[in-house]
């Protein structure tokens, strides 16, 4: 889709979005008081003792691509994991290459390196459901996107962020009140616990795996591996019904910085809060699977108006909508077809990204005998600002960029996976405001777990 130049929003109205003070701007402003009350609300019931709760623990997510073995029975690792010690390792490659359009021809390999360990307190230590996390990072090749295509949604994922050896997490989590709260602090990539689909990662795109890509581009949202110190707290309202919410540090610093290993706050701007409700139905073993989450957050920086840069804005905010769902399930076996949408809107007056879809579906288990195997098909948009587009001179600019992926994760062993892939990249010049050639792309990500 294109779009044609745009004229320049008034004066005083786009002045009054930069400051704040319009109207229907105005309950953002709330946001990050609901936050802090809700936690304020909830500490109380976290303290005490309800010897007859039935509540779940964090309800069980949708199925992420390849997930890591449990240690071989009877090993050392086994045996260190019934002591209280869960050791992690991985290691993930992605190889692509344009074969057609972009900029040019060309391909390239990121590699990612991840090794961690939990320690759960209670075993260890006598301290019933806490638990001590720590991960070590390191990133390090090249992108597709960035040399060859051109295009923002990146079509290898562990592409970016964190290019270095880095601290991944430093963190201590504890479960209260028979595990109907759980309260987590340190320093991590708090993206893993909110606005997270794990069913997309059974894809290789940016744009898919992770999160919605206007969140990290629109705000101070953390993707890991970037790091960065807060606090969240979460309820667990049934089995099936949770609420959270959290206050994190925004350091724009952070994914950019030489050493991995800085844990100060210098180039900090505010502070972020989100907050998500979450419903897994099929998780008390009755129905099938799904995962839905419906979230908001207000990040309290001052940045810079997308329309007018010299102006500050004081604050911005975003909601995002993510549903996955099994709809047919094996027969008589593991996994089944699930389907899935996402879709959020960030602030207009600081975006670049102003409105974010995805769809697909994901079938587990696609063989009898390839439980670990996995096809994927999806389709995802972002659309690019129009106030931003609005001050380019060229005519005709593309609104926004698309990108088609098909893959096949096939398990070479409960350790090794593959996932040969495809993805079809349109509109690859729209946020860099150029009219660029659609390009085809061909890879393949490597997946072994330790």
């Not at 995002?320 to 207009?348: E, H």
Request: hydrophobic residues 40%; aromatic residues 10%.
């Amino acid at each position: 889709m294109t779009m044609g130049m745009q004229s320049a929003p008034d004066g005083d109205e786009d002045r009054e979005m930069a400051i704040g003070s319009a109207p229907r701007n105005a309950w953002r402003r709330w946001v990050p008081g609901l936050c802090i009350a809700l936690a304020s609300c909830l500490l109380p019931y976290a303290a005490s003792a309800d010897q007859t709760s039935n509540v779940a623990a964090n309800p069980t997510p949708a199925p992420s691509a390849s997930p890591s073995p449990a240690p071989v029975a009877g090993g050392w690792r086994q045996r260190l994991q019934a002591e209280g010690v869960t050791l992690r390792a991985d290691y993930l490659s992605e190889t692509a290459a344009n074969t057609s359009g972009g900029k040019h021809l060309g391909s390239a390999y990121a590699q990612q390196l991840r090794a961690g360990f939990d320690l759960d307190l209670g075993k260890l230590l006598g301290d019933q459901g806490g638990t001590f996390h720590f991960t070590l990072n390191d990133r390090l090749g090249t992108s597709v996107s960035a040399t060859d295509i051109g295009n923002k949604l990146a079509v290898q994922q562990i592409y970016g962020a964190g290019q270095n050896f880095r601290l991944g997490e430093l963190s201590f989590d504890q479960y209260l009140d028979q595990r109907t709260f759980n309260f987590k602090v340190g320093f991590w990539a708090w993206g893993n616990d909110f606005g997270l689909t794990t069913l997309l990662c059974n894809f290789e795109n940016n744009g898919f795996c992770g999160h919605p890509q206007s969140m990290p581009n629109d705000s101070g949202w953390s993707d890991y591996p970037i790091a960065k110190w807060g606090a969240r707290i979460r309820a667990n309202l049934t089995k099936q019904l949770y609420v959270q919410t959290g206050v994190f540090q925004v350091n724009p610093a952070g994914s950019s910085a030489p050493d991995g290993f800085y844990l100060g706050f210098h180039g900090s701007t505010g502070a972020i809060y989100p907050v998500e409700v979450g419903w897994t139905p099929g998780t008390s073993g009755t129905g099938l699977p799904g995962e839905y989450k419906i979230g908001a957050y207000y990040d309290a920086s001052h940045v810079s108006n997308i329309a007018y840069p010299k102006v500050l804005v004081d604050g911005r905010s975003g909601e995002y909508v993510l549903a996955s769902q099994m709809i047919v399930p094996n027969a008589g076996r593991p996994g089944g077809l699930w389907v899935f949408a996402q879709g959020t809107t960030d602030d207009v007056a600081t975006s670049l990204i102003k409105a974010y879809l995805d769809g697909g579906v994901v079938l587990t288990a696609p063989f009898a005998g390839r439980d670990r195997d996995s096809f994927a098909l999806g389709l995802v948009r972002a659309d690019v600002n129009p106030k931003a587009l609005a001050l380019k001179t060229t005519t005709d600019l593309a609104s926004g960029e698309e990108v088609a992926e098909m893959n096949y994760g096939y398990a070479l062993s409960r350790n090794v996976q593959l996932r040969p892939d495809v993805q079809y990249v349109m509109n690859p010049g729209a946020f860099a405001y150029k009219k660029i050639e659609n390009a085809w792309v061909y890879a393949v990500e490597a997946k072994v777990t330790f």
